[in-house]
């Protein structure tokens, strides 16, 4: 754990804890730009695959992104929310700590520096912009998936960690709102489509209204995997065997 980030693993964020980390803590850790260049990601998703034996591609790289979108997106947003601190998590500045499965386990940021939010800067859609958005163009192109889908995995993600910190504890309000904006709005500052928007949805029955994915993420397609429950648009009858 970074010490000056502790404050924000509280809750159910504590899971997080070591999800964020500073050079030298991990011995297997590659540049983030290498998630960009084939033969890495090749290599990661190949890794990855040999725990899923036999499971659909679309899927094991459908569930690759959601294990680094929650080790990226989760930890940055609590200590956004939380501690108004503003990490700088480009791909061109972070570098990937890998497990053995060739999963993310931490993302290691270049040092204890990080410095206090500025929203006019927009932190949220930086980290979109830098990290999320060309990660999800470059895997959708090289395993022939859909970026939807890949998007859906972040923002699902996102709102999620946007709920929880919310509930913990009085969050700064500027940075709620321009997470929030990043969900609700149909286009971008520059007029294109938003492709967050619309992912996650709040569907009600009878006096219970709960959060609901736009399109199934696959794991019913990884044998042992379990359906992710009720933000499922559509859990198989099948789902986990």
């Given amino acids: 754990m970074i010490p000056s980030l502790a404050p924000c693993f509280t809750g159910i964020f504590v899971h997080y804890k070591d999800a964020l980390a500073l050079p030298g803590e991990h011995s297997s850790v590659i540049p983030g730009r290498d998630l960009l260049d084939r033969n890495t990601s090749e290599n990661l998703l190949a890794r990855f695959a040999e725990v899923h034996a036999g ?34 998590v480009d791909l061109e500045r972070i570098s990937l700590a890998v497990d053995d499965k060739g999963k993310t386990a931490a993302i290691v940021l270049p040092n204890d520096e990080i410095p206090a939010i500025s929203v006019s800067e927009g932190c949220f859609s930086r980290l979109f912009q830098n990290h999320v958005e060309p990660l999800i163009r470059h895997f959708a192109a090289q395993f022939k998936v859909s970026p939807r889908l890949l998007w859906n995995n972040a923002t699902d993600i996102f709102e999620w960690a946007l709920d929880q910190a919310e509930a913990i504890a009085t969050v700064r309000s500027d940075a709620l709102h321009e997470g929030r904006s990043l969900l609700c709005t149909r286009l971008r500052t520059n ?13 009600k029955q009878g006096d219970i209204t709960f959060r609901q994915r736009k399109l199934c993420c696959l794991r019913y397609l990884l044998r042992g995997v379990a359906c992710c429950g009720s933000i499922c648009p559509s859990p198989p009858a099948n789902a986990g065997n």
Avoid: E, K
Avoid at 60 to 85: C, D, E, K, N, Y
Avoid at 196 to 202: A, F, I, N, P, S
């Fill in 55 to 88: 499971g659909d591609r679309r899927a094991i790289v459908s569930m690759w992104t959601q294990w680094h979108f929650g080790a990226l997106i989760i930890p940055t947003t609590a200590a956004m929310l939380l501690l108004g601190r503003d990490l700088h």
């Fill in 191 to 203: 007029g294109q489509p938003n492709p967050m928007y619309g992912l996650v949805r709040h569907v």
